[in-house]
């Protein structure tokens, strides 16, 4: 029985961690009766609950009588430790760039500083990553914020909860031609699309109009390959690849600047609508800039990348 309470008393823990990371300083803290209603467990549960807080200083508040009680002190960093207890799982694509390599050596390097588990699991293909935040399987994931509008716009219950800003998931998109004296789409030619992939179809489909070509699917890192070997005339791919790996011999041609560009190369973090907490730590507890520092440093060579 007394195994069975504290058991209890943890996973209420967990919801009141949860919810108060929603606040802030000078909101009112819903009463007893509400968490009790709300979380269906007995009055008692909810008290021990949230004297465990107040004893380990994650809120310090103040009763107004009939106005209810108010927060006077909210420790954010001690909330999460209850809140965000397990091992977090996340998913980004596969650090195939030095971009790449930094955005993922400083996530991880923000939750170890936040005492917080981290595994992040590399998959290919923004729909793929938004499809495991709607079903739930992983907590956040990193995609382009044109890839994560699209998605919310189809009515996706997923939200952006950190916005890295303008070239911090890939420095531009690059239009690769098989033929050195080629500069232009024309009629009847091989064009890659990956399907896996919002951005890279859709910038695919927008840079083709009209022309009439054959389209040959297949994945995006799969692209460079397929034209030295002459399977495609031409597809669009990620710059960064091309720089970081010496690939310089490869002809390509410049996209002209345009907002859906931009935004494709913007990173964000992605959750679910209804992980409050989660949503909770991105917005109050990670530092953006700490781990845009990092990518720079990593881009640089300052840094040896680890995730």
């Not at 103040?62 to 209810?68: C, P, T, V």
Request: glycine share 6%; with cysteine; proline share 1%.
């Amino acid at each position: 029985m007394g195994e069975e309470f504290l058991k209890k008393k943890g996973i209420i823990v967990n919801f009141l961690a949860s919810d108060l990371l929603q606040k802030k300083k000078g909101d009112r803290v819903p009463s007893v009766t509400d968490y009790q209603t709300k979380y269906e467990v007995a009055r008692g549960t909810i008290q021990n609950a949230l004297s465990f807080l107040k004893d380990r200083e994650a809120i310090k508040v103040k009763s107004h009588g009939h106005l209810g009680t108010f927060i006077e002190e909210i420790n954010y960093s001690i909330l999460q430790e209850y809140a965000l207890s397990d091992t977090i799982l996340g998913t980004m694509t596969l650090p195939y760039s030095r971009l790449y390599e930094g955005l993922a050596t400083g996530i991880y390097d923000v939750f170890k500083e936040n005492n917080i588990k981290l595994n992040l699991a590399y998959i290919r293909g923004s729909k793929e990553r938004v499809r495991s935040i709607v079903n739930k399987t992983y907590r956040f994931a990193v995609i382009s914020k044109f890839a994560a509008e699209q998605a919310i716009s189809t009515g996706e219950p997923i939200e952006i909860s950190l916005d890295f800003g303008s070239r911090s998931y890939l420095s531009k998109h690059v239009l690769l031609f098989r033929d050195k004296n080629q500069n232009q789409i024309e009629k009847n030619m091989k064009i890659a699309i990956d399907y896996s992939s919002i951005d890279q179809q859709l910038l695919t489909k927008s840079i083709i109009k009209d022309e009439q070509v054959e389209y040959v699917e297949m994945q995006g890192h799969q692209i460079i390959s397929a034209l030295q070997n002459g399977q495609i005339d031409a597809g669009i791919w990620n710059y960064d690849e091309i720089r970081d790996k010496n690939h310089q011999g490869l002809h390509h041609v410049l996209l002209e600047d345009s907002q859906m560009e931009r935004d494709m190369s913007t990173s964000v973090i992605i959750t679910h609508v209804d992980d409050s907490s989660m949503n909770a730590f991105f917005l109050k507890s990670v530092d953006k800039e700490k781990i845009l520092s990092i990518q720079k440093d990593v881009c640089a060579g300052k840094i040896i990348p680890q995730y």
